[in-house]
């Protein structure tokens, strides 16, 4: 018989750690629970339990939550675990310092249980990709540093990844450019080619529905001929990367800066943290269907914020 997979739930609301864990429960997760970030690091460090993904609350009663995922870092057992940082803040600022500090995904309180369930397997599943790509990531890498010019063309969110996470490799802030090149390649795919619009996606994501949705528009006779292309150019001091896709374009300036973070919605933040994280630079071009991320080779290395 499998092994269930295991939550760990970090909250120090008992109340937030007993609904997420009903949450869960429904497709089929176990769940441990923590208050604090000593009672998270003793789950963690107990080499009878396997935890396959922690929900870790930024607020906790004896320091930032953060602190469990940098410890999680350190520890080649528990560094691949998905780690989904929940909060109550809506602040650009706090997003950004996990995303630098390698947290790829971030649920704003309150939220639903579709929607909670949606993160949840889409990080497992992003990092079952991760695993399966770092036995050969480190030829990648070597293959990637001779990279002077080059073109990609390609049509699914799993190409879109793949392509994110490879090349990444060219830049010494790889974690932070993967998330960069992960959203611009994602919103190619999604928003440009198949013209899932902003509304649609938060319908489809609150009802679990985006995946199919994808997958069917993707295999549609109106979509299924569409790709997108990135374009590769690096120099002695900079990498820059030219993305555009098939469709009619959008307003770009609405994703852009911090603005978006104080919308309600559970998607949006994308671009804007993909421009302050992943690139130096990040420009949509003409009627927004084509997008150029500059990042700065010998750019100093930006501490997380506070």
């Known amino acids: 018989m499998a092994e269930p997979v295991t939550a760990l739930v970090v909250d120090d609301e008992e109340m937030t750690r007993a609904i997420v864990a009903g949450y869960l429960a429904r497709i089929g997760y176990r769940t441990l629970e923590a208050a604090t970030i000593a009672e998270a690091w003793a789950i963690l460090s107990d080499p009878t339990i396997t935890i396959h993904v922690v929900l870790l609350d930024r607020r906790l009663d004896d320091g930032d939550g953060l602190e469990v995922f940098e410890r999680m870092k350190a520890v080649p057992g528990l560094a691949e675990i998905p780690v ?8 650009s600022a706090e997003i950004a310092a996990a995303i630098r500090a390698g947290v790829f995904y971030y649920l704003f309180k309150p939220y639903d249980g579709a929607l909670l369930r949606s993160v949840v397997r889409a990080a497992e599943e992003r990092s079952g990709r991760l695993k399966t790509l770092q036995g050969d990531l480190r030829s990648r890498a070597d293959a990637i540093s001779l990279l002077r010019d080059a073109r990609f063309r390609f049509r699914t969110p799993q190409e879109a990844q793949n392509l994110a996470i490879t090349l990444s490799t060219i830049a010494d802030t790889a ?36 995946t199919q949705e994808v997958e069917n528009r993707l295999a549609s006779p109106e979509h299924r001929d569409k790709y997108a292309t990135l374009h590769v150019e690096r120099s002695d001091n900079r990498v820059v990367f030219t993305v555009t896709d098939m469709g009619r374009g959008f307003d770009s300036s609405r994703y852009l800066t911090v603005d978006a973070f104080q919308s309600t919605a559970t998607h949006g933040r994308g671009i804007a943290l993909a421009r302050m994280v992943g690139f130096d630079q990040l420009t949509y071009v003409g009627a927004g269907n084509r997008v150029v991320g500059v990042v700065n080779l010998n750019r100093p290395a930006v501490p997380p914020a506070d």
């Not at 989904?84 to 602040?91: A, E, F, K, N, R």
């Not at 993967?178 to 013209?195: D, P, Q, R």
């Open 84 to 91: 989904i940082v929940q909060t109550v803040s809506d602040s």
């Open 175 to 210: 974690h932070s450019l993967t998330f960069g090149l992960s959203e611009i390649l994602m919103n190619a795919v999604e928003h440009g080619n198949l013209g899932i619009g902003f509304e649609a996606k938060s319908v489809l994501k609150a009802t679990g529905a985006l």
